[in-house]
């Protein structure tokens, strides 16, 4: 069966329609930050879409964030969405949010629906943090993805903890990764 471009949101399902164990994952991540800017935004974060059991030297992941960029000497941030290597040594964490079938949401489809949502300018205060709770709640609203029993920031705050108290040092051969409520699982991203 042939990937759709869009999600058929209308649609879908917000249970499970098969057991099937080689569906897609969906991820929030946990970057190390290139610059420190406090402890509320001590890691970069962004949503991965990835196949199970991905290849390290592939690119099958997508990778979808508002990122900062310095524009002409100021500071701005910008939506991505797209396609990357499915590992990144950059990783601290990951919190394991569900999986999607291919019938049902593609990589290109979800970075399509996710320009929907506002990149907010002028908050000094407004991070990747932000735009991942926001996205996490679109997902949910639409219901490409089933209510997951915590709101969008608590699942992000639970990663966050989670990736705050683990060492990537202790984790030679795979990201370190928790459910939706900070518990510590079985990780399926491998480092390259």
Not at 112 to 123: N, S, T
């Amino acid at each position: 069966m042939a990937t759709p471009l869009y999600p058929a949101f209308g649609t879908i399902n917000p249970k499970p329609a098969s057991n099937r164990s080689n569906k897609h994952r969906l991820y929030i991540a946990y970057y190390s930050q290139g610059r420190a800017q406090g402890d509320d935004v001590k890691f970069h974060t962004a949503l991965i879409l990835a196949p199970k059991n991905p290849d390290p030297r592939k690119v099958q992941t997508w990778r979808y964030h508002a990122k900062n960029i310095d524009r002409d000497g100021d500071d701005m941030w910008i939506y991505e969405g797209k396609p990357t290597m499915n590992s990144d040594q950059r990783i601290e964490a990951m919190t394991f949010l569900c999986k999607v079938g291919d019938e049902d949401v593609s990589g290109l489809g979800l970075s399509m629906l996710f320009r929907e949502i506002d990149v907010i300018q002028d908050e000094r205060r407004w991070s990747s943090r932000h735009w991942v709770i926001a996205a996490l709640q679109l997902l949910i609203d639409r219901k490409v993805i089933p209510q997951l029993h915590m709101s969008a920031k608590s699942i992000w705050q639970s990663g966050y903890q989670f990736t705050k108290s683990v060492q990537s040092s202790n984790y030679p051969f795979s990201v370190p990764t928790c459910d939706i409520t900070g518990k510590e699982i079985k990780s399926e991203i491998t480092w390259s």
